[in-house]
């Protein structure tokens, strides 16, 4: 008994020991060394601003408006001298509790015909959550740069001028990058679990590897 208890132990340190070898690889993988002033401080010293873009869907528009639309954000991004880096990223979207709320509102709907109308609306909704389509689109840019003050500057710039176009742009926060990051590193679990709360200036240790 002895013996076994024995072999439990050290079998136990030993996955340990191997769970701490792969976390401590992804940390030296990953390229982030702190989060602080709505900045990521890179390990070679660098700097990073993230720009969130918000979706605008121009479908609607006019001919006109597409063409202008295009054109300014063409001539802000091709204005911009420096490198950036623009990319997407997709979370699948938790809509049970929406479709929780259709059932209920159909259930105490007493006119027939908007009764009608939510179930039908309701069975499109299920629809989109079995086909895997309730995605929400996030859009980013990237700006990297060795001096803060003249990284925000150029940031801020960039982001007056896309908005001259009509898109949203917003210098996204602390929380907002750590969000990013989560997402990056756990794509799975960032579907229906938040990144965890950021009190900064030191990134925590949330990157494990799989």
Not at 71 to 86: C, H, P, R, W
Not at 114 to 142: H, P
């Amino acid at each position: 008994m002895i013996g076994i208890f024995k072999k439990e132990k050290t079998s136990g340190k030993d996955k340990a020991k191997i769970e701490e070898q792969k976390r401590k690889a992804v940390q030296e993988w990953l390229p982030v060394k702190d989060v602080a002033e709505d900045m990521i401080l890179l390990k070679d010293g660098r700097y990073v601003c993230v720009l969130k873009v918000m979706p605008l869907n121009i479908s609607l528009k006019s001919e006109n408006e597409k063409k202008r639309i295009i054109q300014t954000v063409y001539e802000a991004l091709n204005g911009f001298k420096d490198s950036m880096q623009i990319f997407s990223i997709g979370r699948p979207v938790d809509l049970d509790s929406y479709i929780s709320y259709l059932q209920t509102k159909s259930k105490e709907e007493t006119n027939i015909t908007k009764k009608r109308l939510l179930q039908e609306y309701l069975k499109y909704v299920a629809s989109i959550v079995t086909s895997g389509e309730a995605i929400e689109r996030r859009f980013f840019i990237m700006l990297s740069g060795k001096e803060k003050e003249e990284l925000k500057a150029k940031a801020h710039e960039l982001a007056t001028n896309l908005e001259k176009s009509g898109l949203k742009v917003e210098l996204a926060q602390d929380q907002d990058i750590i969000d990013l990051l989560f997402s990056f590193s756990h794509p799975s679990q960032s579907a229906f679990e938040r990144a965890p709360a950021f009190n900064g200036p030191y990134l925590p240790p949330i990157f494990n590897a799989r």
